[in-house]
């Protein structure tokens, strides 16, 4: 794959996943709590699904933003990668406790994080390449 290719598939899973962390997330929590929502009860406006909204949205906006120009962004979406995988992992752990009543998890939000983080992973330059388009993308820019 040609960089121009990887560069403009990147960008569209960076909207993609911004949308999603944007405006899904909350009504996933609310239409499927089994799979994306870990407190007990699932309570529609807990303070816990707020606050995971407010957190994931906050990326969505900044995801979405660094999809204009993704090799200004690198840090970005590499926090998001490793981050998704890290979070990915605890969660998949923390799926197994509770006497069974988090296995869905396994089945939704874990392995979502895990495809964003393959996703992007995937379509973002790295090493030399990465330097290289990076310098491109700064000497590209107006004045």
Known sequence: MNDVRRLACLRIVLV???LIALFALYPLMLLWPSGWA????????????????GVYA????????ASREPM???SLIW???WSSIVHGAIMAVQSFGGAGRHLGHLT???PALFIVAAALAIFTPRGDKARMLSS??????PG
Do not use: N, Q
């Open 136 to 141: 491109d993308s700064r000497d590209a820019r």
């Open 58 to 65: 906050t990326l969505g906006v900044f995801l979405l933003i």
């Open 79 to 81: 926090f998001t990668v």
């Open 72 to 74: 200004r962004h690198l």
């Open 108 to 110: 939704g939000d874990v």
């Open 16 to 18: 993609v996943v911004g």
């Open 38 to 53: 870990w407190e007990s009860g699932h309570e529609v406006l807990s303070e816990y699904a707020l606050m995971i909204a």
